[in-house]
């Protein structure tokens, strides 16, 4: 396992994240400027705002979990199920590079 390869791949897909984020931040700054007279366009406005929020959220998570992986990864557990301690597949690691758990554990939540 080629665990340079693995920080450099976590750390650009936390940069993505983070500018993801940064996008959202200014939109939502922007929607606190008066909202416009017509009520049906104000009203998409919000639904807007609260799929922003959710979006927001997840892209907040996903960070967590890839620093979480960072962690793990200087501690040298990385690759390790965080649930049985078992080994998580490679194949899955590819895939989810920031994955913490196994797939028979993942699967079972
Ligand atoms: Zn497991």
Redesign the pocket.
Known sequence: MNTEQIKDRLEDMRKDLEERQTRIAKHTRHREEPLSADFAEQATELENGETLVALDREIQDEIKRIEQALKRLEDGNYGS?V????DIAEKRLEAIPHAG??I??ASKE
């Open positions: 199920c649930s049985c301690g078992g758990q196994c028979d554990c």
